[in-house]
C-alpha cells in the first residue's frame, strides 16, 4: 500500500524557515493533485497549500500566501513546501495529502474529502 512520506519539521524560531518534503512510497504513484494540511493543538485541521501535479498550478490558504510555496518534483515525485517568515501560531502537525489519479472527487482543493492518501504528519514548532 502507498504511503506519504514527510520529512522536514522541527523547532525553529520565529521568522526563521523550513522545508517539508513528503514523498510516496512507491515510485509509479501516480497523482491529480498534492498538497499540505495542518491541524494544532486543540484547533480544526485545515487547508495550507496544492498543486496539481499536471500543470504545476498552485492554490495557497490565505494564511500561507507571500510566505509558503508549494513545489513539485515530478522526476522525484516528491512535494515540498518552502515556509518562510514563520510565525509561532505556524505551529502545528503538518500533514501530506493526495488525491490519486483512481480517485474521483469533485470536492475543492480545500476540503480534506478531496484527498485519499494522507501522511502520518511532522511537527513544526515555531518560538519566540
Known amino acids: 500500500q502507498v504511503q506519504l512520506i514527510e520529512s522536514g519539521g522541527g523547532l525553529v524560531q520565529a521568522g526563521g524557515s523550513l ?8 515510485r509509479t ?19 495550507v497549500a496544492a498543486i496539481r501535479w499536471s500543470t504545476g498550478r498552485a492554490y495557497s490558504a490565505d494564511s500561507a500566501k507571500g510566505r509558503f510555496t508549494v513545489s513539485r518534483d515530478n522526476a522525484e515525485n516528491t512535494v515540498y513546501l518552502q515556509m518562510n517568515s514563520l510565525k509561532p501560531e ?12 483512481g480517485y474521483s472527487s469533485s470536492y475543492g482543493y480545500t476540503n480534506p474529502r478531496k484527498y485519499d492518501y494522507w501522511g502520518q504528519g511532522t511537527q513544526v514548532t515555531v518560538s519566540l
Do not use: H, N
Not at 522545508?19 to 512507491?26: E, P
Not at 501516480?30 to 485545515?46: D, I, L, N, Y
Not at 505556524?90 to 495529502?97: F, I, K, M, P
Open 29 to 47: 504513484f501516480s497523482s491529480v493533485v498534492m498538497g499540505w494540511f495542518r491541524q494544532a493543538p486543540g484547533k480544526e485541521r485545515e487547508f
Open 90 to 101: 505556524d505551529t502545528a502537525v503538518y500533514y501530506c495529502v493526495a488525491q490519486s489519479t
Open 19 to 26: 522545508r517539508l518534503s513528503c514523498a510516496a512510497s512507491i
